[in-house]
Structures are given as structure tokens and as C-alpha cells.
């Protein structure tokens, strides 16, 4: 029996990776190749699973401290997986847009700095990730949540609560 749902488990893992890894498939010199004579059908598949391309808009507010700015940035038709790659597809096509992020072992990437504002403990501020226009914030990371199709993300710069922290 168990048998049986592990293959039913791999035949739908082989169909949703035939499906939705095409957009992802380029072509590359395979590890430890010879550049100049790489094989011509050499590909390199950059991920596994690759969802279908969906629009995720990313909004920016700082309404904390001076100067106070806002930042609005849509991402389109990038293959759907965690918020991380939309933030970096943002920086590339909006110069305007930096961030830096520091890594927790298996939280993965913690968004620490966005357009020169720094989180800080000392003062208790960070950025926080909300979906708009609910307001509801995020239980998942950048590195672990997944948007959705033309869903907007707002990162905004806040302060905890001493009680939560
Ligand atoms: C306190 C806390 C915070 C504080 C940290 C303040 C500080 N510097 O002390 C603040 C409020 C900043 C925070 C923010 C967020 N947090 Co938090 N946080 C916690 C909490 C309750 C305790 C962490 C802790 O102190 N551990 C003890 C210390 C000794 O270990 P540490 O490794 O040094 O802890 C550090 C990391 O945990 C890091 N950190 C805190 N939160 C997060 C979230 C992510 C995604 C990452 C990579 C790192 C990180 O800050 C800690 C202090 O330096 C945990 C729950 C838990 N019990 O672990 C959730 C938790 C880690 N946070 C979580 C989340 C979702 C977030 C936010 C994404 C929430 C949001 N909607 O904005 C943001 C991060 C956004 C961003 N900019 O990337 C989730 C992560 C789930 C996941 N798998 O992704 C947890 C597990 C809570 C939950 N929902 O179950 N958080
Ligand atoms: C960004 O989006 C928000 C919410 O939709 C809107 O209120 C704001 O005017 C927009 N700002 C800019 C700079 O486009
Ligand atoms: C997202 O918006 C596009 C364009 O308006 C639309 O074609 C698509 O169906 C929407 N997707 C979802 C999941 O609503
Ligand atoms: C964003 O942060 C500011 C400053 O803390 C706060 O006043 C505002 O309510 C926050 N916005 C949302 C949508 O949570």
C-alpha cells in the first residue's frame, strides 16, 4: 500500500516538474566541462519545480522615521516561488529598490535593509511583511513564503511590541 502512494507521489512529481519547469531550462556548460568545446545539448536546469509566471507587486513604505519614502514595484510573469526571488527581480528592474538580507540557517534569509534603513534592536524596528490591502502579516519568511498570483506584498517599517518579543 505504501508502496503504491510512493509511486502515485512520484508519477504527480514527474508530471508538475514536466509541467512547469520549461520556462526555466537554460543553456550552460555542464560542471567541470570545457567551456570552449561544452556539448551543444548540455543543459543546465537552474530549479527543479519552476511554478507558472505570476505578477506579485511590492510596495515600500517607511511613514516611521525621516525621510519617510514609498516605493511601489510590480514583477511580472516570474516563475511563482519564494518572495526572496521577487525582491531580487524588483532590485534589477528598479535601480530604486536595494535591500540587503543576513541568513538563519534553515529561517533562511531575514530582510535587514531596505534603501539604506536599517532594522535595529536598539530601537526595536524592522521591517515588517504585510499582504495588502489586508494588513495581515505574514507568519512566513522571504525565503519560505510563496506569493500568489497578482498578489501585493508591503514591507513596512515598524516597531515591535516589547510584550510579543
Ligand atoms: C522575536 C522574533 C522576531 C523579532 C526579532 C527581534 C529581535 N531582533 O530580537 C522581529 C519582530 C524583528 C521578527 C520579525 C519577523 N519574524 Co520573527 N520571530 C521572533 C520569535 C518570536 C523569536 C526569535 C528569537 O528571539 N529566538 C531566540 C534567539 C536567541 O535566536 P536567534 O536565532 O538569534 O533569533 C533571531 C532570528 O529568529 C531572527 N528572526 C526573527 N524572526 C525571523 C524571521 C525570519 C524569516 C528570519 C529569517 C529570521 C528571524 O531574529 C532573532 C533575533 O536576532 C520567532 C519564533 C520563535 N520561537 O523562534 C519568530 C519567527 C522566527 N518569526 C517569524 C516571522 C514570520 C517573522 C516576520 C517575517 C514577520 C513579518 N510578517 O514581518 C519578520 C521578519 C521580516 C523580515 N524583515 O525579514 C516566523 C518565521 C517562520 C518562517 N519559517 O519563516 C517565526 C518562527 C514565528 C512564527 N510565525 O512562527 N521576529
Ligand atoms: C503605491 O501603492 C499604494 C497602495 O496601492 C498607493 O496608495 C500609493 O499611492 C502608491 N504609491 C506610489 C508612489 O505609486
Ligand atoms: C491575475 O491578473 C491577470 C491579469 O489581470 C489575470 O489574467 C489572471 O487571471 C489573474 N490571476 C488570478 C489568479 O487571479
Ligand atoms: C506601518 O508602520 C507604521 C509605523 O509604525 C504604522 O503606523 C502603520 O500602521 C503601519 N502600516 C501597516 C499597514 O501596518
Request: charged share 15%; aromatic share 12%; with cysteine.
Amino acid at each position: 500500500m505504501a508502496k503504491w502512494n510512493l509511486a502515485f507521489a512520484l508519477l504527480v512529481l514527474a508530471t508538475v516538474t514536466a509541467k512547469y519547469s520549461v520556462g526555466c531550462k537554460r543553456t550552460g556548460s555542464a560542471p567541470g566541462s570545457d567551456p570552449n568545446t561544452r556539448d551543444a545539448d548540455a543543459k543546465i536546469y537552474a530549479c527543479g519545480i519552476c511554478g507558472q509566471p505570476i505578477t506579485v507587486t511590492l510596495i515600500v513604505t517607511n511613514k516611521f522615521v525621516e525621510p519617510t519614502f514609498e516605493l511601489n514595484i510590480t514583477v511580472s510573469n516570474k516563475p511563482q516561488r519564494e518572495l526572496i526571488y521577487f525582491l531580487e527581480a524588483a532590485s534589477v528592474q528598479n535601480p530604486k529598490f536595494r535591500f540587503t538580507a543576513e541568513h538563519y540557517g534553515t529561517l533562511g534569509y531575514m530582510i535587514t535593509k531596505i534603501n539604506g534603513l536599517a532594522a535595529s534592536v536598539s530601537d526595536q524596528t524592522y521591517w515588517q511583511f504585510l499582504e495588502h490591502p489586508s494588513g495581515n502579516s505574514l507568519q512566513l519568511g522571504a525565503s519560505t513564503y510563496v506569493p500568489l498570483d497578482n498578489q501585493t506584498i508591503q514591507f513596512n517599517f515598524t516597531t515591535w511590541d516589547n510584550t510579543h518579543a
